[in-house]
């Protein structure tokens, strides 16, 4: 009885360390898994691999305030789609693709409201060949939205340069 126990819990614990450890989303040691706000993440990598601005812009509750360095703070939902629209679509033009990701460094969720702080990294490609790649820090507010699914509140990040080389 114990071994099947033991087996149980391992199967269990494994199965909720691997559904957050995914090549879009990687917690770091001591942050929990939460299958509502680690949707936001998969879904958010989803829609730039897609070019999807739309389901994009629904990551994001309809007041959501947005702010992208040396910009205003930019709110509601249809602004915020406005400048993902923009964007996706000059990819779609160039015959470009995207790949994001996420490690998540610090998460505090409750009932219906958290937040994270984390790593996003950003891949561009053409022609299945990647072109570029970047880094940037963020930190997001979450809230469980009336109709009971987890989106973006607020929502603001900053680029990281990129690491120094080594001095000969």
Do not use: C
């Amino acid at each position: 009885m114990r071994k099947h126990l033991f087996a149980a819990v391992l199967i269990l614990y494994t199965g909720v360390f691997s559904y957050a450890q995914t090549p879009e989303l990687s917690l770091d040691p001591g942050v929990k898994p939460h299958a509502g706000i680690d949707e936001i993440y998969r879904d958010f990598s989803d829609s730039y691999r897609t070019l999807n601005f739309d389901k994009l812009a629904g990551l994001y509750t309809e007041n959501a305030a947005y702010l992208v360095p040396d910009e205003e703070v930019m709110t509601g939902r249809d602004n915020i789609r406005g400048s993902f629209r923009g964007f996706f679509e000059s990819m779609k033009a160039e015959s470009r693709s995207m790949a994001i990701a996420f490690r998540i460094v610090q998460r505090r969720a409750g009932k219906d409201l958290g937040y994270d702080v984390g790593i996003f990294t950003l891949r561009m490609y053409k022609d299945g060949k990647q072109t570029s790649s970047g880094q940037g820090k963020f930190v997001v507010v979450t809230v469980q939205d009336k109709d009971g699914k987890w989106r973006f509140q607020v929502d603001g990040y900053s680029d990281l340069k990129p690491p120094k080389p080594p001095a000969n």
